[in-house]
């Protein structure tokens, strides 16, 4: 991806829907008909990818998807925006992925309510918890949390416990709000930037007790290698370049639009 006169930049057309204050990768899809709406992170957005797997799961099922994807969100960008909320109530199919916990507020610290990676504050319990660290040196969730991980393993399972626990009640409130069909997307990635295996915080169990929430799940593996070049058809400049590694593949955009497509074209109901 450096050859000389390549593009290295991708018009991601910012778009907003309804009353929505959160800003979202277009071009806009026209809300005035049945469409599917693909809520997540990062891997949803697609960053650095011509044709993430909304756009690919729109050509194979002939439906209009709705990419509500967010640069490092959490459940809170989703839940604390009331615009939003009706964009999801309209939609005949909501798909949810699976983000991270490190990114949302807690009885611990606080994160932007938009862009849910800026670390704001930390809490009294927290303070106490870690009285060596300052937690004015960080901006960033990340940041911190590997910083606290470091420091001490035993009292960071203090907090992995609370974000967990954060984690699970936050998307029962998300997919209460879903009137349509709902499918869990779980993207398994077992690279370790820092936390762990992504997404972050998120167990087995914590899934069976979401149980009864939504109709369907898909999970695939993704960021796992397996022999495939990471970087093979992304657009990004040289200098973002370790920023493009940490995003998932062109080649998990294919794997994961052809999981979904299964799912929504199979005639059991989920989608007439």
Not at 16 to 39: C, E, K, M, S
Not at 71 to 92: H, K, P, S, T, Y
Not at 117 to 132: G, H, P, T, V
Not at 173 to 198: A, N, Q, W, Y
């Amino acid at each position: 991806m450096s050859d000389e006169g390549r593009r290295d930049t991708i018009n991601y057309y910012p778009c907003t829907y309804g009353r929505a204050r959160i800003q979202f990768r277009g071009p806009p899809v026209p809300l005035d008909w049945a469409y599917t709406a693909v809520v997540g992170g990062s891997e949803v957005f697609g960053k650095y990818v011509e044709d993430p797997f909304t756009d690919q799961l729109a050509d194979m099922t002939g439906r209009r998807v709705v990419n509500l994807g967010v640069m490092n969100a959490g459940i809170d960008a989703f839940i604390q925006d009331d615009g939003l909320a009706a964009v999801l109530a309209r939609a005949e199919i909501v798909v949810v992925q699976t983000m991270g916990a490190q990114n949302m507020s807690n009885r611990f610290y606080t994160v932007h309510p938009r862009r849910n990676d800026r670390f704001l504050r930390a809490s009294s319990a927290l303070c106490r918890l870690y009285r060596e660290v300052d937690f004015s040196d960080f901006a960033f969730t990340r940041h911190m949390l590997t910083t606290l991980r470091r420091t001490c393993s035993k009292r960071f399972a203090v907090v992995a416990e609370e974000l967990s626990t954060a984690w699970l009640a936050r998307m029962e409130t998300l997919l209460s709000g879903i009137s349509g069909k709902c499918v869990l997307l779980h993207l398994e990635d077992s690279r370790d930037h820092g936390l762990g295996p992504e997404p972050c915080f998120v167990t087995v169990d914590q899934l069976q007790a979401l149980e009864g929430k939504f109709d369907k799940v898909v999970q695939c593996v993704v960021g796992d290698g397996d022999g495939e070049d990471p970087l093979r058809e992304m657009v990004y400049p040289e200098t973002e370049r370790d920023a493009a590694m940490r995003m998932i593949s062109v080649d998990a955009h294919e794997r994961i639009a052809k999981a979904l497509a299964r799912v929504i074209r199979r005639q059991d109901g989920l989608a007439a």
